[in-house]
């Protein structure tokens, strides 16, 4: 059965930038098939997709990362990452990475597509 792990959260200041790691083991599909996605949950609001990669690296930003988030995957690693440049307050959240075994986006990353997820990593950006 797939299991994610994330790692790489961290308290920074605004403006400053992190990593996060999704690791997969124990698949019995190839990670390559499935479309990776990190989403995060803030206090008091729902969780939401940040940016999801399908099986063929097609991709996905919310509005707010565009141009400061880059999502990438290294099947070789059975790894995807989630680089934050320029952090703010605002993205201060738990991010989750999940899977889908579909791999197809269909321009869309939402939580109800995705049928396994990490424990989250806890970011924190604050002066």
């Known amino acids: 059965q797939l299991q994610l792990v994330e790692s790489g959260g961290d308290s920074v200041q605004p403006g400053e930038s992190l990593r996060l790691s999704c690791a997969a083991s124990?698949?019995?599909?190839?990670?390559?098939?499935?479309?990776i996605g990190w989403f995060r949950k803030a206090p008091g609001m729902e969780t939401g997709g940040v940016s999801c990669?399908?099986?063929?690296?097609?991709?996905y930003y919310l509005d707010s990362v565009q141009g400061r988030f880059t999502i990438s995957r290294d099947n070789s690693k059975s790894t995807v990452y989630l680089i934050m440049n320029n952090l703010k307050p605002e993205d201060t959240a738990l991010y989750y990475c999940?899977?889908?075994?579909?791999?197809?986006?269909?321009?869309?990353?939402?939580?109800?597509?995705?049928?396994?997820w990490g424990q989250g990593t806890q970011v924190t950006v604050s002066p």
């Open positions: 124990g698949v019995s599909m190839s990670m390559d098939y499935y479309s």
């Open positions: 990669i399908s099986s063929s690296d097609d991709t």
């Open positions: 999940a899977a889908d075994p579909i791999g197809v986006l269909f321009g869309l990353c939402t939580s109800s597509q995705m049928k396994v």
